[in-house]
C-alpha cells in the first residue's frame, strides 16, 4: 500500500503474567498523518506492558501510520482479513474506516475531537452500543477564547476546514458560537490539499487578518504546512496538542495524551481483550488538559503572554 508508515514502536517487552502467555492478542492500530506519530500511542504501549502485556510473547502490534482516508479504509479491511482481536483507530478518519470495515471486531477510538454520538459512532456515550466505544474530547472553544486572551486586539480570525470531513458541520458550528462570544469575525475558508492551503493563507495575507484556527482533518494531514504558513504570513496559529507548540505554534490546548493512553486506554483495551464487549464500555473524556506556551513564537508576533496566562501553562517553550 503506498504511503503506509509502519512503525516499529513496541520493541521493548516486559514480562508477563503466565496465564496470560498462552493467548497471542493481535492488535491492529492505525492513524492518518505520515509527520507524526499520535502522541496516546506512546502511552498505551506502556500502560498494556504495565498490564502484563510483552510484545512477542502475549501481544502482536501492527500499527500503521497512513496518508488519508482511503488508505485507511484499506488497512481496515486487512486488519478484519486477519481478524485482530481488537482496532485501535486514532481520530476520526480511521474510526470511520473502522466501523464501515467491520461491526463484529470490537473498535476502541483516540484522539477523537467531535462528540460521537453527533458523529454516529456511538449511541449515547453511557451505552454506545455496537462493537465501538473509546476516549474523546477537545477544547476548540477554549482554544478560540485563550487566542483572544493572548491576542486582546484580535477581530479578524481565519478558520480553515476539510470541506470533505463530515467533522466539518460540527467544528464550524463550535468557531462560530465562539467567536460570535467574543466579538470575532470569521472568515471562513475551504482546503483539502497542500495546494489549496497554500492559496488560502497566500489570500489572508491580503485579507487582515491576524490569527488561524485549523479544523477537522488538516489537523492530522498538515499540521507542519500549517504551522510554516501561519508564520510565513505573521498569523498566531493555536494547536490541539503539544506537538503544535513545539514545532512553532504560538501555543496548544488539549487532552493530555501521553495520560489518556497509558492509563484509560490501557484499562479499555485490557477489558476488551478479557471479554467485555465495547457495548458494555462507556464512552469517557479525558480529564487532564495541558497548556504549552511558545514564547519564542509570540516573540516573532510581537505578543506579550499575559503573566497569569503564562502562570496556568504546564509548559514554556523559551
Not at 466579538?183 to 471562513?188: D, F, G, S, Y
Request: proline residues 6%; without cysteine; aromatic residues 6%.
Amino acid at each position: 500500500m503506498a504511503g503506509v508508515v509502519a512503525l516499529n514502536v513496541f520493541a521493548t517487552p516486559l514480562a508477563a503474567e503466565a496465564e496470560q502467555a498462552e493467548k497471542v492478542y493481535r492488535i491492529g492500530l492505525f492513524h492518518v498523518g505520515l509527520d507524526h506519530v499520535p502522541p496516546a500511542l506512546y502511552g498505551l504501549r506502556q500502560g498494556l506492558m504495565e498490564l502484563g502485556y510483552e510484545e512477542g510473547k502475549n501481544l502482536r502490534w501492527d500499527f500503521r501510520n497512513l496518508p488519508d482516508e482511503t488508505a485507511a479504509q484499506a488497512t481496515a479491511r486487512e486488519f478484519v482479513r486477519q481478524r485482530v482481536d481488537v482496532m485501535v483507530a486514532f481520530e476520526e478518519q480511521t474510526v470511520r474506516a473502522a466501523r464501515a470495515a467491520t461491526s463484529d471486531i470490537p473498535i476502541l477510538f483516540l484522539h477523537v475531537l467531535s462528540d460521537p454520538v453527533a458523529e454516529g459512532f456511538a449511541q449515547s456515550l453511557a451505552h454506545p452500543g455496537g462493537n465501538t466505544t473509546g476516549i474523546f474530547g477537545d477544547v476548540l472553544a477554549k482554544r478560540v477564547e485563550l487566542l483572544k486572551e493572548v491576542m486582546p486586539r484580535l477581530e479578524r480570525l481565519l478558520l480553515v476546514f476539510d470541506p470533505a470531513d463530515p467533522v466539518s458541520l460540527q467544528e464550524l458550528a463550535t468557531v462560530r458560537a465562539a467567536a460570535n462570544g467574543l466579538r470575532l469575525q470569521v472568515v471562513e475558508r475551504a482546503a483539502r490539499t497542500p495546494a489549496d492551503i497554500q492559496r488560502v493563507f497566500t489570500q489572508a495575507s491580503r485579507e487582515h487578518l491576524q490569527a488561524v484556527v485549523v479544523v477537522s482533518g488538516l489537523l492530522t494531514r498538515f499540521p507542519s504546512l500549517m504551522i510554516r504558513f501561519a508564520a510565513e504570513r505573521h498569523l498566531a496559529i493555536p494547536g490541539h496538542r503539544k506537538e503544535w507548540a513545539e514545532q512553532g505554534a504560538l501555543f496548544s490546548y488539549g487532552p493530555e495524551y501521553f495520560s489518556v493512553g497509558r492509563i484509560d486506554a490501557a484499562r479499555l483495551v485490557d477489558r476488551i481483550l478479557k471479554g467485555i464487549k465495547p457495548a458494555d464500555l462507556p464512552v469517557e473524556q479525558p480529564t487532564k488538559f495541558e497548556l504549552v506556551i511558545n514564547l519564542k513564537t509570540a516573540k516573532a508576533l510581537g505578543l506579550r503572554i499575559p503573566p497569569s496566562l503564562l502562570q496556568r501553562a504546564d509548559q514554556v517553550i523559551e
